[in-house]
């Protein structure tokens, strides 16, 4: 089998007193989607900012195709689309602007752009959609916009492991399933894809994989074999249990 683009082991968080996460672990292999379920609070941002690196755990450790976090974000392999209220989206940049930034990493220290790095944005734009916006300011987007805009700087980047903090918070029907189109086509090449969402109906036919996070890992597996009702009420207190069934 091919080794983990994303592998996460026994890893520990602690904010002061707050026990973020607790012997956390999950891997992600090249290829697949995982989808990383659980309620408010329970521990969901954090595993991405340990992935990502900005939060170092107290216990365990992250690898990124073999590498730490630190030197993965060197190496261009992580493509990070944040939630929307981490992003300030006054800030006056064009769609074409945040794709570029993607290739940053791929300049000289001037930051101009070559033909290679047009060429990747326009790709990038194309394949998202966006061609016809891309000259919009960001800020003027809808929400499932803004989001294929994120997608997007991390195709143009040439990251293999993206990170989608809940791509469809505010995001119409519409705008969701060509998120999730992009996601499928992405996959379908060989990257590997951790997902954050509250919308479990958008799981089954997007995620090879789910993650029932509730501090600890709840259940891992195929997403019929974790969305069953117990595991549901354990990690949501969601009860769809036939009635008499319940504790
Ligand atoms: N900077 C911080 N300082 C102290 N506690 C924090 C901090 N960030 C998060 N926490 C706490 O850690 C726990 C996990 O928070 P986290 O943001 O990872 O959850 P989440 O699953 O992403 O939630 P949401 O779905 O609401 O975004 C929560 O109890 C939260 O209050």
New binding site residues.
Partial sequence: MNSPAVSVEDVTVR??D?L?LEGVSLTVPPGRICGLL??????????FKTVVGTITPERGRVRLHGSTPAQARRRGLIGYVP?SEQVDWAFPVRVVDVVMMGRYGHMGITRRPRRADREAVAEALERTHLTELAHRQIGALSGGQRKRAFVARGIAQGASVFLLDEPFAGVDKRSEATIADVLRSMRDEGHALLVST?DLASVPGLCDEAVLLQRRVVANGAPDEVLTPERLFEAFGIDIRPAGEAA
């Fill in positions: 904010y002061g707050v973020a659980g309620t408010n609070g329970s521990g969901k941002s954090t595993l939630q509250h």
